[in-house]
């Protein structure tokens, strides 16, 4: 973000140079705070709140809906709850205009965790929402996600205050085309003030939540049994790969102690280069952060060079071909305790816990209801309610399967059927409440045998 930040400033100068243009100086002024710099000492400066000075003008040609938060991303991205006429799922993806506030998902820059809390925070607390776009119609990105001014009521009657400006004036984004926008002056304004005060990622202070220095080795196990100790720490681990489809991989270790296997996932922030290693059957060596996403545990901001498979610091491949447990399960054994060896204490612990993202196989089920997901991204997912042999029951999970054919499977395929499984364990949380259930994840319809 700093480097955009500095080519920025570099192409301004560029232009004042070969065309004398006196609005191109002034602006780089007011970006890097040179424009009626404070005189002496740096508390002479008096901090000014733009966002209480920018008002939302309900009557402007823009248009405007009020939204409730669905699910938070991070400093920049939202989803929310919408109406049918601006979304036949009932929801938005939306990208906030004029900022760009530092990674806290796949990629994990400086300050992301500070800047996503932040926004979090606001909206979560907020007596309403309203999302504003930048002229008179709504516009998109390339990845499909609306373009808004986010504003927020902090209580019953206060005014609404504009986030997109908040973030810039606290130093938790740098602007982002911000002279195309609106409300451009304010937010370079905002930036200025930012820049002046030294704030967040303006400044040269280190971020305490930044995974600094070398990853700490441990075995999935301990990742496993302690994600909450490592949050935000970086880690290096081995495992093979189960799994991977859009991103996301599925890596495991079997410890001999316990008999069981552990298992994390993986998302790759759709980094290419890491193709080369996350592919299933390959033992692979992972450095990464550890970062909980909507109640699962994940590991991101993995690096990797081919050319430097002895660098502590990068994630290698270490062996190819290796099988897929895929460990037999019964209902009861999925929802029962297992005894595990912690600190050379035996504990016991919900299996389906402490074995979550790992492969697992059930068979002889019988189907007795699906329920069909019929809106939204997820259109044509199952879920199956089956039973076992002895009344047990367990809930298995589909991705939308489709046939050789490429036709989606509907649900009279499997309904009063008797199968095989073979998935993943996947913690299931429907609206982020913490209470979520366990369950069988099934990605292809080859996963699932009918008998």
């Known amino acids: 973000m700093k480097n955009i930040f500095s080519r920025l400033i570099s192409l301004l100068l560029l232009l004042c140079i070969t065309i004398g243009c006196l609005a191109s ?27 209480s000075q920018l008002k939302l003008d309900m009557n402007s040609e823009t248009l405007k809906q009020k939204v409730t938060m669905k699910m938070h991303i991070d400093g920049d991205t939202t989803h929310f709850n919408a109406p049918s006429n601006l979304s036949a799922e009932g929801y938005v993806k939306a990208r906030y205009l004029a900022v760009n506030t530092p990674e806290s998902t796949g990629k994990i820059e400086e ?80 930036v200025n003030q930012a820049t002046i005060e030294d704030l967040y990622v303006f400044s040269q202070k280190l971020d305490p939540e930044f995974p600094y220095g070398e990853a700490e080795s441990i075995t999935l196990k ?40 552990y298992g994390i996932q993986i998302f790759d922030g759709y980094d290419n280069t890491l193709l080369n290693i996350l592919v299933v059957g390959n033992r692979v060596r992972i450095v990464g952060v550890v970062s909980n996403f909507h109640g699962t545990w994940q590991v991101t901001d993995l690096k990797y060079n081919r050319y430097k498979p002895e660098d502590p610091a990068n994630s290698t491949l270490i062996s190819r071909g290796n099988e897929i447990p895929y460990t037999e399960k019964t209902a009861k054994e999925f929802n029962s305790n297992v005894n595990i060896l912690v600190n050379d204490e035996v504990v016991s612990k ?12 059930m068979k002889d089920l019988y189907v ?23 009344g047990n029951e367990i809930s298995i999970r589909t991705e939308v399967l489709k046939d050789e054919n490429g036709n989606v499977i509907r649900d009279q395929v499997y309904l009063n059927e008797t199968i095989d499984v073979y998935g993943h364990i996947d913690y299931f949380d429907l609206n982020d409440t913490g209470n979520g259930t366990y369950q069988i994840k099934v990605f292809y319809a080859s996963n699932i045998i009918v008998h």
Request: charge should be negative; charged fraction near 25%; hydrophobic fraction near 30%.
């Open 25 to 51: 100086c002034e602006l780089i002024n007011k970006l890097t705070g040179k424009d009626n710099p404070p005189e002496g000492d740096e508390n002479q400066h008096e901090h000014v709140d733009y966002v």
């Open 111 to 190: 300050w992301g965790r500070a800047a996503s809390r932040f926004t979090k925070e606001k909206l979560e607390n907020a007596h309403s929402i309203i999302i504003e776009s930048n002229d008179a119609s709504w516009n998109y990105d390339g990845n499909g996600r609306i373009l808004v001014f986010v504003w927020y009521q902090p209580t019953e009657g206060a005014e609404y205050r504009n986030l997109n400006i908040e973030l810039l004036q606290e130093g938790l984004a740098m602007g982002s085309s911000p002279l195309e926008t609106r409300y451009g002056e304010t937010a370079i304004a905002a």
């Open 222 to 261: 301990e990742l496993r049994l302690n994600a909450n100790e490592y949050d935000g720490k970086r880690v290096a681990f081995e495992g093979v790969v189960t799994f991977y489809d859009d991103g996301t991989a599925y890596v495991e270790e079997y410890d001999a102690e316990d008999g069981i296997y």
């Open 350 to 361: 919900p299996f389906n816990v402490v074995s979550v993202s790992t492969s697992i196989s």
């Open 368 to 390: 007795k209801k699906v329920y069909t997901t019929s809106s939204g991204n997820s259109a044509g997912a199952m879920t199956l309610t089956c039973v076992d042999k002895d």
